[in-house]
């Protein structure tokens, strides 16, 4: 299993990114995808979670982004994305994806230890 993030970059205070977890090695609609985020110096925090089919592909959120971010798939392209809107300096963090071989993840997708990770794409918000 091989995940590979990109599409982070500097943007200003207000602005949108889109994200993107291209999977390799499974089919992101039988597997929990899930973006974390780390700032220095702080937690891993779970940012957005897209279940499994067979879970009904429900998404959840992180308090702090309900609202401004929107998690999607492409079964097409294998791949997983999320829109972040209207970020704020405090987004400012090395964003993850991740997955386990369980499949479906839940309401507690943000405790479910993860063994799959990818490498991360840095966004940086300005003031």
């Known amino acids: 299993v091989q995940l590979v993030e990109s599409g982070g970059g500097l943007v200003q205070s207000g602005g949108s990114l889109r994200l993107s977890c291209a999977a390799s090695?499974?089919?992101?609609?039988?597997?929990?995808i899930v973006w974390f985020r780390q700032a220095p110096g702080k937690a891993r925090e779970g940012v957005s979670c897209?279940?499994?089919?067979?879970?009904?592909?429900?998404?959840y959120y992180g308090d702090s982004v309900k609202g401004r971010f929107t998690i999607s798939k492409d079964t097409a392209e294998n791949a997983v994305y999320l829109q972040m809107t209207n970020l704020k300096p405090v987004d400012t963090a090395v964003y993850y994806c991740?997955?386990?071989?369980?499949?479906?993840?839940?309401?507690?997708?943000?405790?479910?230890?993860?063994?799959?990770w990818g490498q991360g794409t840095q966004v940086t918000v300005s003031s």
């Open positions: 991740a997955t386990e071989s369980r499949g479906a993840a839940g309401f507690l997708w943000a405790t479910i230890p993860y063994e799959f």
């Open positions: 897209i279940d499994s089919r067979g879970n009904g592909g429900t998404t």
């Open positions: 090695g499974l089919n992101v609609d039988d597997y929990a």
